[in-house]
């Protein structure tokens, strides 16, 4: 796969995109490469089905559920709260012959409890784990391949960080050059510089957590980022997603309004993906 790379420009700075969002429809993104050692592993050991977990808008449960049907792997999703048969995101899942099984909030804290998962295997059988949102071993290995070739290109990297995973494996990155910063999309994630630390594979430390710009937590938004968007859309026909990239670009172009560059530094964002979220999004916030 050569990565493609748009060049924009604001406020006298330019920056280059990696779109990984141009990436095969649906399994594009950052979930590919996460994804990408698991279905490995999974066929490897002889496993004939993923289970994994996540929430009713998950990118995580979108990418595996699309990822099984396209390897022939049997999928299982286990859901965070009720089913709901209006939702574009469950659908699609549903579509791609995922198995659902959707549990209460209180019982899906247990997700991580080897009973729990015991109890899970009784029912569905052998099956190759993935935890909530993806990130394991597999999955920073498979983020050391996204800036194949672009290793010592840029003075900054940004990237989306949920759980961390993509940003791990960003960060151990054979030989990488530049200062990765990653911009945090959730709330309340103290823990997170140190979870990120055990996760990478090297002893980079030229890396760091930006938390300004996650405007309230995890899918919260204001009239600003979603005009930001809009303009951001119609300037440079690039459309960013509304939970992960949205908050990049956003947090960008806010650097760039305070001066945190100076003239000339090579800038490169990653956009992550995750565009099949906006009919999660319509539905969730403008038709309810
Ligand atoms: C899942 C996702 C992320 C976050 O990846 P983590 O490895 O969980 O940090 C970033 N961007 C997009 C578009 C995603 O779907």
Redesign the pocket.
């Known amino acids: 796969m050569q990565p493609v790379i748009s060049q924009i420009k604001y406020n006298d700075h330019d920056i280059d995109i990696l779109r990984l969002d141009l990436m095969h429809e649906g399994f594009q993104?950052?979930?590919y490469y996460?994804l990408k050692y698991n279905i490995e592993e999974a066929k490897d050991l002889g496993c004939s089905t993923i289970l994994t977990f996540g929430g009713a808008f998950s990118?995580?449960i979108y990418a595996t559920a699309l990822a099984g049907k396209l390897h022939g792997l049997k999928t299982i999703g286990i859901i965070r709260g009720e089913n709901d048969m209006h939702n574009p995101t469950i659908n699609f899942w549903r579509e791609n012959e995922m198995v659902l099984r959707f549990i209460s909030r209180e019982e899906y804290k247990r997700k991580d409890e080897p009973a729990f998962l015991n109890k899970l295997r009784d029912t569905f059988g052998k099956y190759y784990l993935i935890p909530e949102?993806g990130?394991n071993k597999a999955a920073i290995r498979g983020c050391t391949e996204i800036l194949s070739g672009l290793e010592n290109k840029y003075d900054f990297i940004f990237c989306?960080?949920?759980?961390?995973?993509?940003?791990a494996g960003i960060i151990s990155t054979p030989n990488i050059k530049s200062k990765i910063i990653g911009v945090s999309v959730l709330k309340g994630m103290d823990l997170l510089t140190e979870k990120v630390t055990t996760l990478i594979s090297n002893n980079n430390s030229n890396w760091e957590i930006n938390f300004n710009y996650h405007l309230g937590g995890y899918a919260k938004y204001d009239q600003k980022l979603m005009e930001f968007i809009d303009q951001f859309k119609s300037n440079y026909s690039i459309l960013p997603?509304p939970v992960?990239?949205g908050k990049v670009f956003y947090a960008i172009f806010d650097l760039i309004d305070k001066n945190y560059f100076s003239p000339g530094k090579k800038i490169l964002a990653i956009h992550?993906?995750?565009l099949q979220g906006w009919d999660g999004w319509n539905y969730r916030f403008t038709n309810k």
């Open positions: 993104g950052n979930k996460k990118n995580h949102g990130t989306a960080v949920g759980t961390g995973g993509t940003l997603d992960y990239t992550s993906g995750g």
